[in-house]
């Protein structure tokens, strides 16, 4: 099966893309929009909408294998790409991308991302969001060619047994962060409930803030979910806690296990903690709060983000053990097959994979994200795109659900 052709379609995100230094920096909201000025370059405001666009390879049966571009919420921050524009990504694949796929039998997933996206040259690597959305259409290509699933497929090519079991879900609740974790609960999800504890107003002095909404999220838990329901409670803090508690980080321990004490029995998760503005810094500051907190008897699992962006960054994290889990956020890593391998990496050393992304993303890059999931197994699922809640636990619950029926399906008709 050839690639005989590329369209191009406009596409929404699923969210805003956001300047995440004016927010962390008191940025005061005016309605759904923040006031004052933009710090991050590549935003002419603190709030814009989330932009993508849809790539379609057009094969010779006819058929047409999409996927999807974007960059993240947050882009431009913690060594990220800046907000997509689908024009400049246009003229990027035009140029350097169909060339390379025109006329090309479809293969081997990894292969195909080795050559298609391989540097050309003084040629500056293919822009990461670019990546991201390509390979999803090969990935689709190379299934509808072999008649399988894009799991299957990657199961095939990387050497991976077919598992028909869920992953865990990951929920995240935007700033409606009560009546989303209700609705988390009522539809059991595995891990909630993310927080957005995106600026200081929301920890409060001292962290208070946060404690108290950590203390919410666990008596819902236990009012709401049955007596079997035991999610994890991982939060987000956005860097708030290194500004709360500076350079301070034994204070920073003993609060986190206050927090713990009073969410129990659930598992507490906490992501990034501190900004500390680069990788090598941030790992060490890992490094030191998960020495600290195991001193102190504590079992917080401390999740990386930012600056964990790349399979390089992710290397690096997992080589160090500065975290319990590290993101491994998809539109960051570029090609998919950086994913997976991201996932794997981790797999094979002492850290956890968790599969994320970002509000900002699209149903497709969404469904793309559980064949990768159920093909590597990381330790947990963002459910994504949006900050509705409903949506991404329907796109990404369905898709995870559809496939297992049929991966259970060829599994049981196997000799």
Known sequence: MKVCDILFATARGAYWYDDQAAIRNGASRDG?????????????????????????LVLEDGQVAWGDMMTVQYAGAGGREP???????????????????????????????SEVFAPDGDSPPLPRPIAYGVSQALLAA?????????????????????????????????????????????????????GLINNRDKLGPGGDTFAQYARWVAQR???????????????????TAGLEFGADLDAMAAWLVGVEASVRPFQLRIETPFDLGGRDAQIEG???????????????????????????????FSAAGAAHLLQVKMPDMGSLSESVQAVLECRAGATRAYLGGSCAETDLSARAAVHVALACRP????????????????????????TLALLKSRLAQRP
């Open 32 to 56: 759904f929009t923040y006031a004052g000025p933009a710090l991050t370059p590549g935003f002419p405001q603190i709030r814009i909408p989330a932009r993508a666009a849809s790539l379609g």
């Open 83 to 113: 907000p997509f524009d689908p024009e400049a990504a246009r003229r990027v694949v035009e140029r350097v991308v169909m060339p390379r796929l025109v006329g090309r039998e479809l293969g081997a997933f990894p292969v195909a991302c």
């Open 142 to 194: 190379i299934a509808h060619a072999r008649r399988t699933t894009m799991t299957e497929v990657l199961c095939a090519d990387y050497g991976l047994p077919v598992i028909a079991e869920p992953v865990p879900l990951f929920s995240q609740s935007g700033d409606d962060r009560y009546d989303n974790v209700d609705k988390m609960i009522l539809k059991g999800i595995d891990v909630l409930p993310h």
């Open 221 to 239: 838990v236990r009012q709401l979910g049955g007596p079997d329901y035991a999610p994890a409670l991982h939060f987000d803090l956005y860097g």
């Open 286 to 316: 890992f490094g030191r709060l998960r020495q600290r907190l195991a001193r102190l008897g504590s079992t917080i699992e401390l999740v990386a983000d930012e600056w964990c962006d790349t399979l390089e960054d992710v290397r690096a």
């Open 379 to 402: 330790a947990m699922l963002l459910a994504k795109p949006g900050m509705g809640v409903d949506e991404a636990i329907m796109i990404v619950g369905n898709e995870q659900n559809r």
